[in-house]
């Protein structure tokens, strides 16, 4: 069952403005896809990387991050993988309990780490960024996908120079497979 949320990647962009800033390309009226598969076969893979995070539901952006993480780094060491598995299981049992657990580990974690982005795009999947006394103001629906995205990328970056391309359009075909069958 199709996830794409989107009909056009014009609704996208309206959708998550900043996208703009991100891929530097006009959007098009094509299926989202087809808009990514695009700018895939232009060798636009650091945009195709950004459509495909913001493309994706939240807990489908996750898992795709983690999955890019996973390949991308290889054996991670077990006193470095506490933020990945965190992720992963909000992604399991998406509740506000593990939400919060993968967000307080990450906002205490290592901005450089790549795995720190991925508790983070599980911990603003939802709930309140600011909770002061008579401000409530919610976790931004693009949240999730900025930190995925960043996560993905520096993943990709800490594997090596020769195998980035490699490595990007893999993660480029798996995000089009969550966005085609979902989880």
């Given at each position: 069952m199709s996830r794409v949320r989107f009909a056009t990647a014009r609704a996208l962009y309206e959708t998550f403005p900043e996208v703009y800033d991100k891929i530097r390309l006009p959007p098009t009226d094509q299926f989202p896809i087809e808009f990514l598969n695009g700018l895939t076969s232009k060798g636009k893979l650091d945009e195709a990387v950004a459509f495909c995070a913001y493309l994706l539901p939240r807990r489908e952006a996750v898992w795709w991050a983690c999955g890019c993480s996973r390949a991308s780094l290889g054996e991670i060491p077990q006193d470095r993988n506490a933020c990945l598995l965190a992720a992963e299981a909000w992604v399991y049992n998406p509740d506000d309990e593990h939400r919060k657990?993968?967000?307080?580990?990450?906002?205490?974690?290592?901005?450089?780490?790549?795995?720190?982005?991925?508790?983070?795009?599980?911990?603003?999947?939802?709930?309140?960024?600011?909770?002061?006394?008579?401000?409530?103001?919610?976790?931004?629906?693009?949240?999730?996908?900025?930190?995925?995205?960043?996560?993905?990328?520096?993943?990709?970056?800490?594997?090596?120079?020769?195998?980035?391309?490699?490595?990007?359009?893999?993660?480029?075909?798996?995000?089009?497979?969550?966005?085609?069958?979902?989880?």
């Open positions: 657990a993968a967000l307080d580990l990450g906002a205490k974690s290592d901005s450089n780490d790549p795995l720190t982005w991925l508790a983070l795009a599980a911990g603003w999947s939802g709930g309140l960024l600011v909770t002061l006394p008579n401000l409530l103001v919610p976790t931004p629906a693009y949240m999730t996908a900025r930190a995925a995205r960043i996560a993905v990328l520096l993943s990709v970056a800490k594997a090596g120079k020769q195998q980035r391309a490699g490595r990007l359009e893999a993660c480029i075909a798996d995000g089009v497979k969550l966005a085609e069958t979902g989880l």
